[in-house]
C-alpha cells in the first residue's frame, strides 16, 4: 500500500516536473493604451493551451520609445516579446534586437501573402520591399479623422455653411475642405459652450506633431527620398508641395484649434473630442472603438473618415506594430509558440473583435467586415493609402530633427516654412553623412 | 560594574583577528572605516567621469553596438560649442536660472521676514508656505498644466479677473513669449519656501542684543535692517542662492512635464537637451562632451561663488 502510494506520487511529480519544464513565464511588451488591456484578455486562451504564464510590461505612448529603446539598446532581457513600433524595424534588425523570422514562418506555414501588403511593409520588413521579415504584423493602424456628426446634422448649422461655402456640411474629400469645417466651427456656441474646430497632433516631446504634420505634407506633394535615388532628399522634402503643406498644417493649428492645444498628441486629442470641445479630431483609429463606446459621443453621434486628399496625393500616416521576438530573450521558443499561435485566423478574428486590429486579410476582407462597425468602412479606405515615417536604424535622430523644425515653425512661429524643411534637408544628410549612408 | 558595550565587543573578538587589530595603526584602523565609503565614491562617481571624459572624445553611440568606435578628439567640443541651437538653451537655462533665483530671493526673504515677526498664527502660515516644496515635481508641473489651461485654468481666469482679458486668449505654456515665464512662475511657487526658511533660520539667529543696542544708538528700523539684516542674513541668503542654482541648472522634471521644452525650443533647458541628445538620438560621445562641458561649467561657477561665500562668512 505504502509503495503503491510513493509511485503514485512520484508519478504525479513526474508530471508536475515535465509540466513546468516546458512552461515558461513570457514577458510582452508594449505601449499602455487600450488595445493592450484586450490583448490581455486574449492572452489568456494561449495560457490556457500551452501551459506557458504571459507577464505584461506596458509603458504609457510619450514614454513607450525611451523605456523600450533603452531595454533593447541595453540588451536586456525584461521583454521576450516586443509590439514595437514600425519605425524601430530598421534599427532593430541591423542592431540584432529582433530575431530574424523568415525560416520561423516558412516552418510554420505562416505567409507574409496573408496579410496587408503596407502592414507588411511598414511593420515587418527591413530592409523595405525585400523579403526579410523581423515582425508579425500586431496591429494596423492608421491616422484618420472622427467628427461631431449630431452637430453635422443640425439644420441650422447645415443652412448656415451651405450659405457660407456653397455645399453640404458633409465629411470633407480635401484638406481645404477640412479647414474649413475646422474653421466654421472654431468659437462657435454649441448648446452653451464654446467650441473649437479641431484637435490635431502638436506634441513636441516624442512624434506627435510629426505624426500629424505628415498627413498635410504627404497630401500636398511631400516625399523622403528621390524614388530613383535612395538618400537624395534636395527638392522632395522641400519641394514646394511640401512647403504649401506645412503652411496648410500651420494655418490649420493658427485658426481652428483649440486654445492651449501646443502640446497635444493621442491622449489630449481623446479628451478635447469626448468632452465636447471640437467637432473634428485627428488621432490613429484605435480610439475608433472607444469613441463609438463612449456614452456621450458614441452611438452614432461621431463619424469617422479617412484623411482627405490633398492637391498632391491622397495618404495617410501609417501607424500600428509588429509583433517581435527579442534576441535577448532566453525563452525564445515560447514566444515564437506565442507567435504561432496569435497568427491564426480565428485569434486574429477574436482580436479584432476584442478591440485589436488585425491586419490579416481573411478578417479585414471579410464580407462583413466593412459593415461590422460604423468605422470599419474608414479603417478600409485608411489602410489604402499609407504612408510611414523613415524606419532606418537612425529614425530616432531623424524623428527628433523633424519634431524639432516642425514645431518650431508650426508651434512657435518661428521662420518661414521653407527654412524649416531647408533646415530639416540639413539635419537628415548630416545624420545620413554620419551613418555613411551619404 | 556592568561592561560597556566597547569592552563586550572588545572580548568577544576571537584571539587571532584581535592579535592582528592590535599591531594595525590609527592611520590603517582610519583607512579601514572609511575605504568602503572611498571605493563607493570611486565606483558610483569617479569611475562614470573618467569614463565619460573618455567616451566624449569618440562618435561611441549606445544603439550602434556592432559598429567601430572611433577616437575623434575635439570634434564633439567642436560641434557643441558652435551649435547655435545649444547655445539657445544655455540662453533658456540662463533666463530661468537668473529669474528664478531673483524671484524667489526676493519673495523667499520678504516672507521669512514676515514669519520672523511673530504674528498670530505665523506657526500656522509657516506650515501652509513650506507645503508646495514637499510635492514631487512631476505632480507640481502636472497641475500648473491645469492651471495654465487657457479655458478652466485658475491662473488665466485669476489674469482675466485683474486684467479683464479673455481668459482663452492667452496660453501661458503655448506661447512663446510667456512660456519662459510659465516655467519661471511654477518654480517660483515651489521653491520660494526653501529660501524662506533658509532666511528664517539666518534671521532667527541674529542676536536680539543686538537690535537692542541699534535701538540705544537711535539706528532708525530702516537703518538696522541695511547695516544688521542684511549682512548677517547674507551667508544664509548666498547659501541659498547656491543650492537654487545647482537645482535650477540640473532642472529637468518639471519643465518636461509643464512644457516638455517647447513651444519650439523656447524652453529647452540644457539638462532636457543633454537627456535628448543621450537617450533619445543616442549620440552617446557627442552627449559626453555635452556633459563634460556643463559639469566644468557648473564645478567651475560653484567653486568661484563658495570662494566668495566663504569671504563673506569671514567678514
Redesign the interface.
Known sequence: MNINRMYCAAAALACVGATSAHADELTLCWAAWDPANALVELSKEFEAQSGHKMRFEFVPWPNF??RM??EL???GQLCDLMIGDSQWIG?SA???HYVKLNDFFDKEGISMDDFIPATVTGYSEWPKNTPNYWALPAFGDVVGWTYRKDWFERPDLQAEFQTKHGRALDVPKTLEELKDIAQFFQGRDIDGT?VYGAAIYT???SEGITMGVTNALYNFGFEYENPDKPYDLEGFVNSEGAVAGLEFYKALYDCCT??????WYMGEDIDAYKSG?VALQMNFAFIWPGVEADPKVGGGKSGYFPNPAGPGGHFAQLGGQGISVVSYSSKQDAALAYIKWFAQPEIQARWTAMGGASALRSVVEDPGFASSHPYAQAFLDSMAIVKDFWAE?SY??LL?AMQ?RV??YV????GTAKEALDGLVKDWVEIFE?EGKL | MAQSPITRAAQATPEPLARRIRGLSDRAIAWIFIAPSIFLLLAVNIFPLIWTIRLSFT?YR?????RDIEWVGLQNYRRILTDS?IWQTMQATAHFLIWTIVLQVLIGFALAWLINSKFRSSNFWTTIIVLPMMLSPAVVGNFWTFL????I?LFNHAIAFVTGADP????M????ALAPWAIVIADTWMWTPFVMLICLAGLRSIPESIYEAAECDRASKWRQFWTLTVPMVLPFLMLAVLFRGIENFKMFDLV?QL????????TELTSINLK?EA?????TGYASAYAVILFVTVFGLASIYVKALNRVKDR
Open positions: 520609445a525611451d529603446l533603452n539598446n541595453s540588451g534599427g541591423e542592431n540584432g464654446t506634441e513636441r516631446g483649440p486654445p492651449g492645444s501646443s502640446n470641445q536604424p530616432a535622430e527628433l524639432a514645431h518650431n508651434i512657435a512661429g518661428s554620419d | 562618435d549606445v544603439n550602434r553596438p556592432n541651437d495654465y489651461q487657457p479655458q485654468g482663452a486668449s492667452f496660453s505654456i503655448g506661447d512663446v518636461v512644457t516638455g521644452g517647447g513651444p519650439g525650443n523656447t535628448r537617450f533619445e538620438k543616442w549620440r
